[in-house]
């Protein structure tokens, strides 16, 4: 395998720039240690499919550009012991941004997905403007704390709540949205940033991130379920986000909305709680503040839930997938009562079913990355398409 050219690798003590040239099976180990976290090299073999001298060149590559450590030797079994080999985190850096309706947050990643800082950067009427400005402010603090080399910084990942509408990264977002509305969004911030820029809806960066971080570790097909002040979706099938023709695969509320039933978002939950006593000036104290004992968060839970139970079993019975995954900004608390109540009941399911089998149906699972998914979602944009398959590729 041909060795990078020594002015293009980046070596742990230089600040120079970088130009990856990474095969799809040198990303497939990427990203089966970034899922699993550090392997000994018989472990790669076994996980990966490859062959032990492809696993060995593979890796030597890979340290020798800067993107592995590799350990001392560990014992394994009756084997040789076996050298630990781990994602460098400091080889590569990118920023996510999301963009809601009344709320933007930054985040810095490293290369194993580790967040190292994170800044609310809202402003007022949430123009670009206003929200770049305070982008570039926390990415200078980081620069001037050493916390980012920059020439290690692989690119931004921008995730506005909206739906594409086919013609390159356009997005219609809510009302409140208006200066992110039916404009190109990549180039402009590309050229402002001096860094490649990739754009994505909210719900589908959200997707990504649990899929590198989250579930998506153990379940390669699953539906994520974005609930904040909007309600959407994104799809992982295989391992991959699968966007559709127009970018909008998983757009979830018009399917509640079409079939008559209440959409569970944030809003409506603030909404309910405010008619039964509870002041909540906005969906932030909402999630920051949330107290699973609040007057009337009951009745809202069931009626979230026969909701997200319907969307579950469209999924099951349209796209097959092992899960699907609430998300978005809920809090844990709140995600992991709503898919205990929406879950199916798969003994009265069988005991009801042709044979007393009854066709498999999805897990309804909480999210495991935080709330602020959409950031760390945009944030692996850039360094999935760089760095990542997402997924082993044999051979």
Known sequence: MPRLPEKER???????PVV????????????????????TRSSLIRESGLSGPAIFRVTEELAGAGLLMIGEAVAEGR???SNRVALQGDAAFSIGLSVMSDYAEAVLM????AVRAVAQVTAPGMTQAGIYANLTGFMDDLVARGMLPHKRLVGIGIAVAGYFIGEGDQVNPSPELEDWALVDLAAPAAARFGLSVQVENIASAAAVGEALLGVGRRIHDFVYVNVASGFGGGLILDGRLRRGRFGNAGELGGILSNAGLPIPTLESLRQHLISHGVPLAGITELVEGFDPDWPGLDGWVEQAAASLHVLAKIAGHILDVQAVVLGGRLPPALSGRLAEKAAFDHAALDAAARRGRAMPLPQILPAEVSSRAAAVGAATLPLASTFFSLLPVAG
């Not at 980046?10 to 120079?16: F, G, S, V």
């Open 10 to 16: 980046l070596h742990p003590a230089a600040d120079i």
């Open 20 to 39: 990856w040239g990474l095969t799809d099976r040198e990303k497939s180990v990427l990203s089966l240690l970034r899922r699993t976290g550090p392997l």
């Open 79 to 81: 084997g040789q012991p």
């Open 110 to 113: 490293d290369l194993g997905g």
